[in-house]
């Protein structure tokens, strides 16, 4: 049985750092990218980044490029270094799995999915 589970939210304050984790156990992800996506009270879930599995590749979306770091441990562990935080990243984080090897943006292109974890930046 596969499952992802997140740790490291909390609340902090604008300017913080915190970093998420995210443990993927039942099989192995190697070969697959991963990816982290957020979802704020009222709005959409977004993309916030992910990291291909061949050369770490990693791809942001603009609201979080040069403050948030993805990173792999190895095939099953999953980072995201979250610096200078803002008011507006305040959000449920969610760590999914692509069984492909390719990036993607699209939450529909994520095949397992963790229970999420709370970020709360206060201004």
């Known amino acids: 049985q596969v499952q992802l589970v997140e740790s490291g939210g909390g609340l902090v304050q604008a300017g913080d750092s915190l970093r998420l984790s995210c443990a993927a156990s039942g099989r192995t992800f190697s070969g697959f990218t991963m990816g982290w996506f957020r979802q704020a009270p009222g709005k959409e879930r977004e993309f916030v980044g992910c990291?291909?599995?061949?050369?770490?590749?990693t791809y942001y979306a603009e609201s979080v490029k040069g403050r948030f770091t993805i990173s792999r441990d190895n095939a099953n562990t999953l980072n995201l270094e979250m610096n200078n935080l803002k008011p507006e990243d305040t959000a449920v984080y969610y760590c999914a799995v692509r069984r492909a090897p390719d990036a993607a943006i699209e939450g529909d292109g994520y095949h397992y999915w963790g229970q999420g974890t709370q970020v709360t930046v206060s201004s």
């Open positions: 990291i291909m599995w061949s050369g770490g590749i």
